[in-house]
Structures are given as C-alpha cells and as structure tokens.
C-alpha cells in the first residue's frame, strides 16, 4: 500500500512538485491507482517520520527579541492556515500556534504579522513598496498573491537574493528548490517555496446525488483507472443540461448546469491539467511562449462548444449577481478552491472532489497547479542572518506539525466526506504542477489574454478561433518578456 502523503508530508510534496522545466512526472500508476483498502499504515508512518533529518540551526543563535514581521491580505489559505494569535482548541490553529511558539523561543524572536483586511490583489505590493524605495526595515517577510507583484518587485530590484540569505538550506527537504528555480528567471532567486507555503490547488467539486440519480460512471474509478479525461468530464457536463422551468432562456436561478465557477481563473486549471503550459523555459534558463499548439487549439474549440450549448453558468463577477452552488441539486460540477470545502461543510447534498481532468489517457499523469500565494523578502531588511534562520525554522516546523495537520484534519479530516476523497487529495498534492508564466505574467499585456483564454475567448466570445487569437496577443506577449528581462538584467548587473 502507498504511504499516506502525510506519513513523509515534506518529501511527498519535494516529489509532487512535477515543474514544467523539469523531468517527466510520474506515470499515474505510481500515485493511486487503486480504491482505498482502508488500511491504515501506521507502522509505515511512524518510521517515514523518524527518519526525518535535523535541522542544521547553530544553537547558540539569540536575537535578543527583536521583530519578525510578515505581512499578508485577506485572501484563500491566508485567511485560514497562516496565523494564530492565541490557542482557541482548533486543531489547525493550535498547531500554527505552537509553531509560532517554538520559532520565537528558539530564537528569541518576536513573530509578528499584518493581515490586511482588503481582499484587493495589489493591497500588499502596494503597502511594502513605498517602505522598500525608502530603506525602512519594516517587514521582513511579504506573502503575495500568486501573481499581483511577481514580475514588478523582481524586476524593479525590490526583492533580497534568497541565494545569498545566510542560515537556509535549499537542498533540505522542507524547502521545494525545483520550484524554486523554476521562479528563477534570472541570476537570482526571489520567491522562497518551502512547506511555510501550503499549496491550494483548485480542484472539481462533483455532486454525488446527481451521479446516482442520472446513473454516471463512478467519477472517482474513472479516476483511478486513469480514464478522467477532458473528453469525459464535457460529455458528462453536456449531459445534465436542463431548461427546468421551459422558459427557453437558461437562468442559474431556476436551471441545470453541467459545470461553474466563481471566478474565471478557476478554468486555467483545464489547461494545465491537460499538460498544455503557456511557456516553456529554453536551454539558456529564459521562458518563451509555449501555447500554440495543436492540444491548446482543441481545448479551446472545446470549450466554445460548451459555452455554445449553456452548458457553463457564468456569474457575473465573484463577488456580483447569482452563484449557482452543488446544494441547489441543479449543478454537476462546481470549480473551487481547497478552502471553498470550508464553506460546503453544512451541505446537505453529498458531494466529492476530483483533480483536474487529463487531456486524454495516454497523458501520463494528472496536473494540479498551484494557486497558492509566493513569499518574498524585501531589500529592505538590515539583518538577513535573523531573517534567514526565521525562514529556516519556520519551513523545518511547518513540516513537522502544521503541514501533517493541515492534510490530515482539515482537509482529509474536515473537509473529505469519504474515503475516496482522501484519496483524491493525495492525487491532487502528488501531481501539484507551477506555471511560471502565469505566475510572472498572468496579468501583462498579451499574457492575460493567452493565460485567459478559456474564459476570455471560449466562454465569453464562445469562438474557437485560437489561431487569430493568438495572433494577435502573440507580439505583446513577447515584448512583455523582452521588457522583463531588460529590467531584470539592469538590476542584477548592478
């Protein structure tokens, strides 16, 4: 039987980290292929727990209570997973807690934090950049969004080189380097991966009751068998459409839909699970674009479809008009984070969560990407051997208690309903994928429409025409690249 992912949580996620610039993930077979057996494996666990190595802090490091302050918004796992003031008896929090607790008595350091109650993507990019451009040690950890911030606080030097931070290990298994070189566009590194940083992929939420009742293959075996593929989940989507209230007009307040989504980023994720990135890095370290391709073209036509047959509910905005939701039992698939699980707890349909669907089964493996938010340290900082050992003590006790914690009971505790989910879970985590495009460029000029395509092209325009498409996005996209690595280079030659 396959080791639990939270049996060796750290070397597991080292292993799921399958990056686009790296080797060939694994074949499917070698996560789960087969239904949980329900045996537990503790012997198995205890052992892969032992074995874990020490980390190699100098004892005798005092830092005299001085501050370390981290500075995040109100958004997705920050909200929840990141911070605890006090212990309230919450499993999750108590362990934050306590990790908190260990670091600063180790060190004799004074943890600090500032959650920005704005949900805005730009809160915290434009609160630490005034403090960097004025040298004032202010924070001395910043947690971005995945993509609001990247590009610019690389670019314009506003980042410290994580290569030359004194006490972190990168080779040690509680920090991710494939990631992180995969974030290196340049000379230098400046987004620290490591199991500080919890991952929140998006996955499928799936309404059981409508499985049963319109007598669907069982999504979960199609999973296991390798077969969940973009092919079956449109078929199924395209199945439960419905004018339930014959008006002719389909309406989420009174239809059913196959799939939605809160937001539109959530659709990206077909793209990568299919295997398709929009760059590619080249021999000599650089990115290029990677989209035009044959599978992308597909993707794109076959979304059009769906959006041409109503077989996609689009609310107007996240936060504005009509969220159709599993619990009205007129929604097959629901698109979400990790943490949307939180809101679906008093649900009473029966529902599960699936990963992504492959392109086709001759794809190897399914692709889970990350959404999670990237940590950097400002230039700012006067002290980079208290920060480091910050950093490094904080990823080596994030993996000894608050990670195993953060698998085990929220999200196989919590949030999974059956056993079948768990072990979608430990799918979803083994094949955790990063597109560094999207990350850098997500929002830029002629990236935003690549990176967006389902959604921007396929959905809204309903079109297939992927060629024109990229067309015209691609001599944008490309100068998007050429400007960054021209401002990149003048602040690393300096």
């Given at each position: 039987m396959k080791t639990r992912l939270s049996a060796a949580l750290a070397a597991t996620l080292l292993l799921a980290a399958s990056l686009l610039s790296c080797a060939e993930p694994a074949d499917v077979s070698d996560i789960?292929?087969?239904?949980?057996?329900?045996?537990?494996?503790?012997?198995?666990?205890?052992?892969?727990?032992?074995?874990?190595?020490a980390c190699n802090l100098p004892e005798n490091l005092d830092f005299g209570g001085a501050a370390f302050h981290t500075i995040a918004f109100s958004w997705q796992g920050?909200?929840?997973?990141?911070?605890?003031?006090?212990?309230?008896?919450?499993?999750m929090n108590?362990?934050?807690?306590?990790?908190?607790?260990?670091?600063?008595?180790?060190?004799?350091?004074?943890?600090?934090?500032?959650l920005l109650e704005s949900t805005a993507i730009t809160e915290v990019p434009n609160t630490v950049k005034p403090t960097v451009l004025a040298g004032d040690d202010v924070y001395q950890q910043v947690l971005f969004?995945?993509?609001?911030?990247?590009?610019?606080?690389?670019?314009?030097?506003?980042?410290?080189?994580?290569?030359?931070?004194?006490h972190i290990d990168i080779n040690a298994e509680w920090w991710n380097?494939?990631?992180?070189?995969?974030l290196r566009l340049g000379e230098n590194t400046y987004f620290a991966v490591n199991d500080y940083m919890?991952?929140?992929?998006?996955?499928?939420?799936?309404?059981?009751?409508?499985?049963?009742d319109l007598e669907f293959e069982d999504p979960y075996q199609l999973v296991y068998d390798g077969r969940w593929t973009l092919d079956v989940f449109t078929q199924m989507a395209r199945t439960v459409v419905s004018d339930l209230d014959g008006n002719g007009k389909m309406e989420g307040e009174y239809d059913r839909f196959g799939v939605t989504a809160s937001e539109v980023s959530k659709y990206n994720s077909f793209v990568t699970g299919a295997d398709q990135f929009i760059t590619e890095k080249t021999s000599d370290g650089q990115i290029t674009l990677a989209i035009n391709t044959e599978k992308m073209l597909h993707i794109?036509?076959?979304?059009?479809?769906l959006a041409k047959q109503d077989v996609c509910f689009m609310p107007q905005s996240e936060y504005e008009g009509y969220h159709l939701t599993l619990d009205t039992g007129r929604l097959l698939f629901d698109l979400e984070t990790l943490t949307w699980a939180e809101k679906m707890r008093?649900?009473?349909?029966?529902?599960?969560?699936?990963p992504y669907p492959k392109y086709d089964e001759a794809q190897k493996t399914y692709r889970s990407l990350d959404w999670g938010g990237l940590m950097g340290i400002p230039l700012s900082i006067t002290d980079p051997e208290l920060v480091g050992a910050v950093l490094e003590l904080q990823a080596y006790e994030s993996g000894n208690s608050v990670l195993p914690t953060y698998y085990d009971t929220v999200l196989t505790g919590k949030l999974a309903r059956d056993e079948n989910a768990v072990k979608m879970l430990d799918i979803v985590f083994d094949t955790i994928c990063y597109e560094p495009g999207g990350n850098y460029f997500g929002f830029s000029g002629g990236f935003s429409d690549l990176f967006f395509a389902l959604s921007s092209l396929s959905l809204t325009q309903k079109s297939a025409d992927f060629a024109s498409y990229y067309a015209r996005q691609e001599k944008t996209a490309l100068k998007t690249i050429e400007k960054f690595y021209q401002s990149l280079n003048d602040v690393e030659l300096q």
């Open positions: 789960q292929t087969n239904a949980p057996d329900n045996t537990p494996d503790t012997v198995a666990e205890t052992e892969a727990v032992s074995k874990r190595p920050y909200l929840y997973y990141f911070f605890a003031d006090e212990e309230n008896g919450d499993i108590d362990a934050i807690y306590a990790r908190t607790r260990t670091i600063e008595e180790r060190l004799n350091v004074d943890l600090q934090h500032t969004h995945c993509i609001e911030g990247v590009s610019s606080f690389a670019s314009q030097g506003y980042l410290y080189n994580l290569d030359e931070m004194p380097k494939e990631q992180m070189d995969a919890l991952p929140c992929p998006y996955i499928v939420y799936f309404s059981k009751d409508m499985i049963n794109v036509e076959m979304f059009a479809d008093d649900y009473t349909v029966e529902f599960g969560f699936l």
